[in-house]
């Protein structure tokens, strides 16, 4: 199957390999140097010397991680959203007492420093801001350097989701100022789903010791002292290691930013075949994001239908909308571990299988 969903993403097969490593002892000095080597080069990979935590959970635990390690009930948090993933980002604040003030979007457009200026300007007394730096529901990449920027000119802590962004599109955690910033094994790391990825500022691990929202199994506190004795406070998923360490060294024997090059072209690639065949994308062009594509179901064409006939017949599989966009877009995932030739099958998979589900390129662009 030519897996072409925003994660997970498809593993090389030295990774999958890597999986079925016998056990080791997790208090054992193999974990020790195993741990060290990955967070060492990960920290090359979001460019920084702060702090960098590997968590037992998906992305979505990371970001709460970021939440209730830095914040305290009652505390006012800026919300610039521009989908489902910020949603969610919100979402987990307001879940743990916080007060999210939003500021309020247009899908499929870029958040709007001037606008998150204003709103921080209305709000002075909001502790933190949380950004997405790509949206993966709309298939939309903020200019996070410059949202990062207004943060700081508001003196503002800055959570990030960068979980379909990190390793494959250029994010300077370090030269930016982010304090704190998730991503997760499964998306642009090409291993398996099941760990998280944390890098935590000198300013977050201040906000850290005031920090009174709950907190236990992902006190990042923890994770930083267990780690500088090669250990994690609780088991880890050692398997995925495994393989992260592998994918690692693909990646940096790539060069990361052959990476990112490799990531833009494919983009590229992907949003003129899309075009080609007469179909729009959903996302504001100056924004379309390198790691996945938006596309706007044509009329008379039904998501469901389309998706189910290129898994069937054409063993490509591609995602379907999410949240407000649930049936009207489907998303092109090319992130990872791809290359041209997984999106020229899936463009010409496209191709066959459109016009089998009542597609013609005419009532497209009418
Ligand atoms: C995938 C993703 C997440 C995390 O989702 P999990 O399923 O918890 O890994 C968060 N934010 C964005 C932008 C994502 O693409």
Same mark, same amino acid.
């Given at each position: 199957m030519n897996l072409r969903i925003p994660g997970p993403t498809p593993c090389p097969p030295e990774v999958l390999d890597a999986m079925s490593r016998p056990m080791i002892n997790h208090r054992g000095r193999e974990f020790a140097d195993l741990i060290q080597r990955v967070t060492e080069r990960l920290k090359t990979c979001f460019q920084t010397s702060n702090d960098l935590l590997l968590l037992p959970s998906s992305g979505t635990g990371g970001m709460e991680a970021a939440v209730v390690n830095t914040l305290s &009930?009652?505390?006012?948090?800026?919300?610039?959203?521009?989908?489902? *993933?910020?949603?969610?980002?919100?979402?987990?604040? +307001?879940?743990?007492?916080?007060?999210?003030?939003?500021?309020?979007?247009? $899908?499929?457009?870029?958040?709007?420093?001037? %606008? $998150?200026?204003q709103v921080l300007a209305d709000h002075p007394e909001a502790k933190a801001v949380l950004l997405t730096h790509n949206e993966t529901s709309t298939g939309v990449t903020n200019d996070l350097k410059s949202l990062a920027q207004v943060c700081r000119e508001h003196g503002k802590l800055t959570l990030v989701d960068a979980v379909s962004s990190l390793g494959?599109? &250029?994010?300077?955690?370090? +030269?930016?100022? $982010?304090?704190?910033?998730?991503?997760?094994?499964?998306?642009?790391? #090409?291993?398996? &789903?099941?760990? %998280? #990825?944390?890098?935590?500022?000198?300013?977050?691990?201040?906000?850290?010791?005031?920090?009174?929202?709950?907190? *236990?199994?992902?006190?990042?506190?923890?994770?930083?002292?267990?780690?500088?004795?090669?250990?994690?406070p609780w088991t880890p998923v050692v398997s995925v290691l495994f393989a992260l360490d592998v994918a690692l060294d693909a990646m940096l024997a790539e060069g990361m930013d052959n990476v990112f090059a490799r990531h833009q072209r494919v983009g590229q690639m992907t949003r003129d075949g899309v075009r080609d065949l007469g179909l729009e994308l959903f996302a504001d062009p100056a924004y379309a994001s390198n790691t996945v594509t938006c596309v706007k179901a044509p009329q008379g064409?039904?998501?469901?239908?389309?998706?189910?006939?290129?898994?069937? +017949?054409?063993?490509?599989? $591609?995602?379907?909308?999410?949240?407000?966009?649930?049936?009207?877009?489907f998303r092109i995932g090319h992130l990872g571990w791809v290359d041209e030739a997984d999106i020229q099958g899936t463009l010409d998979a496209l191709k066959a299988a459109l016009p089998r589900v009542g597609y013609s390129p005419t009532r497209a662009s009418a």
């Open positions: &009930p009652g505390d006012c948090v800026v919300s610039a959203s521009i989908g489902v *993933f910020g949603d969610r980002f919100a979402g987990i604040a +307001e879940a743990y007492g916080a007060k999210v003030v939003r500021v309020g979007y247009e $899908l499929g457009k870029a958040a709007d420093p001037a %606008a $998150l200026s494959s599109i &250029p994010l300077a955690v370090d +030269e930016w100022g $982010l304090d704190v910033v998730v991503t997760a094994s499964q998306k642009g790391w #090409m291993a398996p &789903p099941g760990v %998280a #990825m944390v890098s935590m500022s000198q300013r977050a691990w201040q906000a850290h010791a005031e920090a009174r929202m709950p907190r *236990f199994y992902f006190d990042l506190a923890r994770a930083r002292d267990s780690l500088k004795n090669g250990q994690t064409v039904e998501v469901r239908q389309l998706l189910r006939l290129l898994i069937d +017949e054409y063993n490509v599989e $591609l995602a379907g909308g999410q949240g407000p966009l649930a049936g009207k877009t």
